[in-house]
């Protein structure tokens, strides 16, 4: 009786294709007047298939606006944070992709984008490119210098920087920006993400620590620029204590202390 002989391996499935497009999740707190511009704006990118605007508590008519202009609303009762808009925004582009299948593809990336951006927003593009061709699993927009002067000195721009580079060994140039592209899976790899204002500055760091792609894309975006006022402070004040919270749990404290300055 002859050896039996081994069954042959059936060969390997395809994985899905990757997505030939991108979900936007806007996390957005009172933005009714610049809202619909900014929903507009990204709807007529060709990348673009879905636009999920999250609602994080707003008193004026910022929902209704955005729902009008064509995105997917959702909506938190109550405000809960940047990072929970993000979250909720990034269950809604699941959500939506259960209930409409793309046979063969892979989930659309992500681009995160802050609501102020109006018809600017369309220059948010060029991050979508290096995630799009596989060739960067996160990328950061930078912004040129805005129209309206700011009324900070840079200080949670620069604990933001100190603390990215103690803890991932890279210095950003603008670790807060709020305008990000990243895949699903660089998604996930970063949960949970930091509360509040620390969520940017962690996002880099924990996927840098993962070993994943993170570039910084230029793009012509302007935003309403914070001012001086006594609310303004107070918004930097949570900024900060959020970032060095988000730095003291990846064990960069050190960059809480102040730099040192050359010939001190």
Not at 78 to 84: D, T, V
Not at 185 to 211: K, M, N, S, Y
Not at 227 to 251: C, F, I, K, S
Request: hydrophobic fraction near 45%; charged fraction near 20%.
């Amino acid at each position: 009786m002859p050896p039996s002989q081994p069954s042959p391996t059936p060969p390997a499935q395809p994985g899905p294709a990757p997505s030939p497009t991108v979900a936007v999740v806007v996390p957005a707190k009172d933005e009714a007047e610049r809202i619909a511009a900014t929903v507009t704006a990204l709807r007529a990118l060709p990348v673009t298939d879905l636009v999920v605007v999250v609602d994080d508590g707003s008193s004026d008519g910022t929902a209704r606006l955005a729902r009008e202009a064509g995105a997917v609303v959702v909506a938190h009762e109550r405000n809960r944070g940047k990072a929970a808009a993000m979250t909720t925004g990034a269950r809604a582009v699941a959500a939506h992709e259960a209930a409409n299948p793309r046979p063969g593809t892979g989930p659309r990336p992500l681009l995160f984008v802050d609501a102020d951006l109006a018809e600017t927003a369309a220059a948010t593009a060029p991050l979508t490119v290096p995630v799009l061709a596989g060739e960067a699993d996160m990328t950061i927009a930078v912004l040129p210098q805005q129209a309206t002067a700011g009324g900070g000195r840079g200080l949670v721009v620069g604990l933001a920087r100190r603390g990215t580079l103690a803890a991932a060994g890279w210095s950003p140039q603008q670790p807060l920006s709020g305008m990000r592209c990243l895949t699903r899976a660089a998604f996930e790899a970063a949960q949970p993400l930091a509360r509040g204002w620390g969520v940017e500055t962690a996002l880099t760091i924990d996927l840098l620590r993962a070993g994943l792609r993170v570039v910084e894309v230029p793009c012509e975006l302007h935003h309403r620029v914070t001012g001086t006022d006594l609310r303004a402070q107070l918004h930097r004040a949570a900024q900060y204590r959020d970032v060095a919270r988000a730095l003291l749990r990846r064990g960069a404290a050190g960059a809480l202390l102040p730099a040192r300055r050359s010939g001190a």
